[in-house]
């Protein structure tokens, strides 16, 4: 992986992506942003599909080679700027857990919580791959109750997705309101980086409203 070669990070303002480029904020490295309105339904143009067949922000390309899901993007954006400290390398006692609560945001929590945001029957206990939804809660708030970052003391790029998914889940009432997910969201989001990217889309959003306006009937 070449550092020197700048990552394209393919965007909509508040969406899931806004996560990435909070992660983009906290290394504080460049990258070539391509805005897609979904409005617009740009994310399903052919030009799009080409390029990520899911039609799904954010997506990152790099050295030719795309990578989508939020974890694995902020796994990869982490390894490529090591200098950051924003990821426990290869090695250090806090990777195992680094990775398993990355992976645990994708392939638990985030299933969990549409489930019951959309008041869908879960499989059964057993063959769900979350177990259920207040287990994926109760085993998260306590890894959080530890505090005050994810993996304790060390802040890392694990928390730029764990803050504004928790904070994304209290807005949308998918989640308990607990204390520890409201500290812990408030924690993370008032972090300059992470204000800065919102501040960012909220520009961005403002343009491509505008740019819809002006659009001939
Ligand atoms: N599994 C993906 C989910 C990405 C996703 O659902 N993105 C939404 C924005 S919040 C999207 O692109 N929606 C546009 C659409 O499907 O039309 C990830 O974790 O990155």
Same mark, same amino acid.
């Given at each position: 992986?070449?550092?020197?070669?700048?990552?394209?990070?393919?965007?909509? $303002?508040?969406?899931?992506?806004?996560?990435?480029?909070?992660?983009?904020?906290?290394?504080?490295?460049?990258?070539?942003?391509?805005?897609?309105?979904?409005?617009?339904?740009?994310?399903?143009?052919?030009?799009?599909?080409?390029?990520?067949?899911?039609?799904?922000? $954010?997506?990152?390309?790099?050295?030719?080679?795309?990578?989508?899901?939020?974890?694995?993007?902020?796994?990869?954006?982490?390894?490529?700027?090591?200098?950051?400290?924003?990821?426990? !390398?290869?090695?250090?006692?806090?990777?195992?857990?680094?990775?398993?609560?990355?992976?645990?945001?994708?392939?638990?929590?985030?299933?969990?919580?549409?489930?019951?945001?959309?008041?869908?029957?879960?499989? !059964?206990?057993?063959?769900?791959?979350?177990?259920?939804?207040?287990?994926?809660?109760?085993?998260?708030?306590?890894?959080?109750?530890?505090? $005050?970052?994810?993996?304790?003391?060390?802040?890392?790029?694990?928390?730029?997705?764990?803050?504004?998914?928790?904070?994304?889940?209290?807005?949308?009432?998918?989640?308990?309101?607990?204390?520890?997910?409201?500290?812990?969201?408030?924690?993370?989001?008032?972090? !300059?980086?992470?204000?800065?990217?919102?501040?960012?889309?909220?520009?961005?959003?403002?343009?491509?409203?505008?740019?819809?306006?002006?659009?001939?009937?």
């Amino acid at each position: 992986m070449n550092p020197q070669t700048i990552v394209t990070f393919f965007h909509a $303002p508040f969406s899931r992506s806004v996560v990435t480029r909070a992660a983009f904020e906290e290394l504080g490295v460049p990258y070539d942003l391509v805005a897609l309105d979904l409005a617009q339904e740009e994310q399903r143009s052919a030009e799009y599909l080409a390029i990520n067949p899911m039609g799904k922000v $954010p997506a990152i390309r790099h050295a030719g080679v795309l990578i989508t899901e939020q974890p694995a993007i902020l796994m990869y954006l982490a390894d490529l700027y090591p200098e950051r400290k924003l990821a426990p !390398p290869i090695g250090d006692p806090l990777r195992g857990a680094y990775l398993r609560w990355m992976v645990f945001y994708g392939s638990c929590f985030e299933p969990a919580m549409m489930d019951h945001s959309f008041n869908r029957t879960p499989a !059964p206990q057993k063959q769900c791959g979350y177990g259920d939804y207040d287990s994926v809660m109760n085993v998260i708030a306590a890894q959080l109750a530890k505090g $005050p970052w994810l993996l304790g003391e060390r802040f890392t790029i694990a928390d730029v997705l764990w803050g504004g998914a928790i904070n994304f889940g209290l807005m949308q009432k998918s989640l308990p309101g607990w204390p520890v997910f409201r500290d812990y969201a408030e924690r993370v989001q008032s972090r !300059p980086a992470v204000q800065r990217a919102i501040a960012l889309d909220q520009a961005l959003a403002e343009d491509q409203k505008l740019q819809r306006e002006t659009l001939p009937a």
